[in-house]
Antibody, heavy 125, light 109 residues
Framework: QVQLRESGPGLVQPSQTLSLTCAVSGGSVRSENYYWSWIRQPAGKGLEWIGRIYTSGSTDYNPSLKGRGSISVDTSKNHFSLRLSSVTAADTAVYYC?????????????????WGQGTLVSVSS | QSVLTQPPSASGTPGQRVTISCSGSSSNIGSNTVNWYQQLPGTAPKLLIYSNNQRPSGVPDRFSGSKSGTSASLAISGLQSEDEADYYCAAWDASVGWVFGGGTKVTVL
């Protein structure tokens, strides 16, 4: 079955750019009816959707990021990546990647399954 | 503050029925399906209920979901100790994208 695994630096300095990669195994990032998302969770808090990318390269982001997020996909490596610029302490969280399932071609009728194990990113000098 | 509203906690003794509510609006729950995720301590969220009331393969039938108007609920019947976890509802919002509830911590007494 499809498995996802996040990787990247665990510590990022304030004002720098956070970069994470999600490796997909057991399936292809080019699969139809799926898209690829990033979701984060600050310690002791709830989940926040960051954004998504479809195999075509089209993207959507949570407006709360105010344009700081960028998601890309590398079909040759079967992985997708997140870049979050100008980070502050408020961006400290566990970052999860997840596969989004579409129903009848619509994200809004779908769900996230599976999720990666998550990776903790701390923003600190 | 989360777009979807859940009670922060719920509890019950083994064998009891516990219900968790999730309240939204016409731009999210009112016009889209609801999913529920279970997050066991120290682990990633896992899909528990999708499309309002569907269980993925492997999820026990003591978990059930329902939706009415702009609210949804998750019920756990026959509560077991291994059900101690955080539970999150989620739906697509026309303005924001995917939104989640703040999470409900279920404690088995």
């Amino acid at each position: 079955q499809v498995q996802l695994r996040e990787s990247g630096p665990g510590l990022v300095q304030p004002s720098q750019t956070l970069s994470l990669t999600c490796a997909v195994s057991g399936g292809s990032v080019r699969s139809e009816n799926y898209y690829w998302s990033w979701i984060r969770q600050p310690a002791g808090k709830g989940l926040e959707w960051i954004g998504r990318i479809y195999t075509s390269g089209s993207t959507d982001y949570n407006p709360s990021l105010k344009g700081r997020g960028s998601i890309s996909v590398d079909t040759s490596k079967n992985h997708f990546s997140l870049r979050l610029s100008s980070v502050t302490a408020a961006d400290t969280a566990v970052y999860y990647c997840a596969r989004g399932v579409m129903v009848r071609g619509l994200m809004r009728l779908g769900w996230f399954d599976p999720w990666g194990q998550g990776t903790l990113v701390s923003v600190s000098s | 503050q989360s777009v979807l509203t859940q009670p922060p906690s719920a509890s019950g003794t083994p064998g009891q029925r516990v219900t968790i509510s999730c309240s939204g609006s016409s731009s999210n729950i009112g016009s889209n399906t609801v999913n529920w995720y279970q997050q066991l301590p120290g682990t990633a969220p896992k899909l528990l209920i999708y499309s309002n009331n569907q269980r993925p393969s492997g999820v026990p039938d003591r978990f059930s979901g329902s939706k009415s108007g702009t609210s949804a609920s998750l019920a756990i019947s026959g509560l077991q100790s291994e059900d101690e976890a955080d539970y999150y509802c989620a739906a697509w919002d026309a303005s924001v994208g995917w939104v989640f509830g703040g999470g409900t911590k279920v404690t088995v007494l």
